[in-house]
Nanobody, 126 residues
Framework: VQLVESGGGSAQSGGSLRLSCEAS????????MVWFRQVPGQEREGVAG???????GYADSVKGRFTISQDNAKNTLYLQMNSLKPEDTAMYYC?????????????????????WGQGTQVPVSS
């Protein structure tokens, strides 16, 4: 499976961006898809995840500001980011895994997901 992120770019504090992650390849099965972000020199941080039934989880740092969604017909995952803050500045990655029967495991297991995109940069200025 190939994952390609898009939608990153410069934003101002308080602004919004929508990231997309298009999946191609053998996607015809139940999965968990997630968004991560990483600042250079820091650990990769789980942001949000969604499973095949539409159950969703968010990191505390983005709850109420970010919304994860998916369009199964388009094999595309989205991350709507509102009320952006400078501390949201990071490279954003999507990842997916098909080994949990369509459910998402605990966030600490997301780091072992088998398929990752190349990332899209989101700089947020104050």
């Amino acid at each position: 499976v190939q994952l390609v992120e898009s939608g990153g770019g410069s934003a101002q504090s308080g602004g919004s961006l929508r990231l997309s992650c298009e999946a191609s390849g053998d996607t015809d099965s139940r999965n968990c898809m997630v968004w991560f972000r990483q600042v250079p020199g820091q650990e990769r941080e789980g942001v949000a995840g969604i499973d095949s039934d539409g159950d969703i989880g968010y990191a505390d740092s983005v709850k109420g500001r970010f919304t994860i969604s998916q369009d199964n017909a388009k094999n595309t995952l989205y991350l709507q980011m509102n009320s952006l803050k400078p501390e949201d500045t990071a490279m954003y990655y999507c990842a997916a895994d098909w080994s949990y029967g369509g459910s998402c495991p605990a966030m600490e297991l997301w780091y072992d997901f088998g398929d990752w995109g190349q990332g899209t940069q989101v700089p947020v200025s104050s």
